[in-house]
């Protein structure tokens, strides 16, 4: 039997998510080949000689490596702030592009990020929001397709990562565009998938009537010099009248939670009502107790093999793709007006054009 083709792959950005992305790509994806693996920083060569197999040849520059490595496709993983121009110029090379949440911390740039994309339709890219690859995720959205919740009219989630006493969530939030930004943005999107937020509209173009966001540095206090918080409240009110309450955090000290409330009018539905990391409970003096997934990289383990299994089929195969880049653009507008809000207090409305209305930024945060 012939062999199927593979999709050739470089990934750039060998952090805490690339380095297992490249285990992923390199032992877990029948239908790609990692082609090649790079890193600026100084050591990388040698996590890629002892980690993946030799075919892999690493590149210290990202360009070298998109031009020269024979890749078709490439995936981003590297910090936040260097996204949008290694999209852009892994676009202008001709190759498809994968690239984590989210595109940029602000808007003006996703805006521009995702002009040059569509202007590249032979060329696929995919921001893949981790929830909606995972198993239990879709089965609730399954529900609600079935309209077993009848309908559905707010979503709660809650995203609560494991206090760091190290203070790494601080060095962090200097890059990372503040909590609403960078961990909202998922708790976003998720509310988007399951509120139709696209139907029952008056004007197409506004999908959100407000937003407004609240916090605090109840532990790390220094986040204030970047306007960002370690629990932070975000209450959206979309155009339709449907409403996405979240609570993202910073300070949990049994791990990592994310939990979402689906609330329809005939049925509830709760995805990782208790984030646990198997099944076992252990029964003692304390009372029932299970141990609680450490990180986003374990509970949502099998999205990450998920979505590049998506992108490669969507590659080879030119099948659609479950998140858009629409939906990447409409959680960004989103997030960036809740860091607003939060920076300045005050809520922040959207206008006609579905763009939030706000004025430059104050100096500094709470
Ligand atoms: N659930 C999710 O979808 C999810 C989870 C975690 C992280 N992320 C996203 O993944 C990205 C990476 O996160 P992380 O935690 O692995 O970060 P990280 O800081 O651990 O790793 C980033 C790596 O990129 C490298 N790098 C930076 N600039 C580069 C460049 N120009 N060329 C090549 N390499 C470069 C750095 O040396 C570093 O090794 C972030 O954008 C983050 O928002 C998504």
């Not at 496709?73 to 852009?88: D, G, K, N, R």
């Not at 173009?205 to 986040?223: D, F, S, T």
């Amino acid at each position: 039997m012939a062999s199927q083709p593979r999709l050739k792959i470089a990934l750039i950005g060998l952090g805490r998510l690339g380095a297992i992305r490249a285990r992923i790509l390199a032992f877990q994806q029948p239908r790609i080949e990692l082609v090649a693996a790079c890193d600026t920083k100084p050591g990388s060569d040698e996590f890629v000689t002892q980690n993946l197999p030799p075919s892999v040849k690493y590149y210290a520059d990202p360009e070298d490596c998109m031009r020269n490595s024979g890749a078709q496709a490439v995936l981003i993983s590297t910090a936040t702030a260097t996204h949008a121009p290694l999209i852009c110029l892994a676009l202008d090379v001709g190759l498809h592009v994968m690239c984590e949440k989210p595109i940029s911390v602000d808007v003006i740039t996703t805006e521009e990020v995702l002009t040059k994309a569509k202007s590249k339709p032979n060329l696929k890219f995919l921001v893949p929001f981790c929830r909606r690859y995972d198993d239990s995720y879709r089965a609730a959205k399954e529900l609600v397709e079935k309209g077993e919740l009848g309908e559905i009219h707010a979503v709660e989630t809650t995203c609560l990562d494991q206090q760091d006493p190290t203070g790494f969530f601080v060095t962090f939030s200097a890059q990372s565009g503040g909590i609403f930004v960078d961990m909202g943005v998922h708790d976003i999107d998720i509310g988007r998938y399951y509120l139709n937020v696209t139907s029952g509209l008056k004007n197409p173009k506004k999908q959100v009537n407000r937003v407004i966001a609240m916090g605090q540095q109840a532990v790390y206090g220094e986040l204030a010099k970047y306007g960002d918080c370690d629990n932070g409240w975000a209450m959206v009110e979309f155009a339709n009248g449907k409403v996405l309450t979240s609570h993202l955090g910073r300070t949990l000290t049994n791990g990592f939670e994310s939990c979402t409330r689906v609330c329809g009018t005939k049925a509830h539905s709760v995805v990782n009502g208790n984030s646990t990391i198997n099944r076992v409970e252990i029964r003692d003096g304390h009372g029932v107790r299970t141990a609680t997934t450490p990180d986003a990289f374990v509970l949502y383990d099998k999205s990450f093999i998920n979505d590049l299994a998506e992108f490669a089929t969507a590659v080879l195969d030119g099948k659609p793709l479950t998140c858009t880049p629409d939906d990447a653009y409409e959680a960004a507008k989103i997030a960036t007006a809740l860091q607003y809000s939060f920076r300045n207090g005050v809520p922040v409305y959207f206008d006609d054009e579905g763009q939030p209305i706000m004025e430059v930024p104050r100096a500094s945060g709470n």
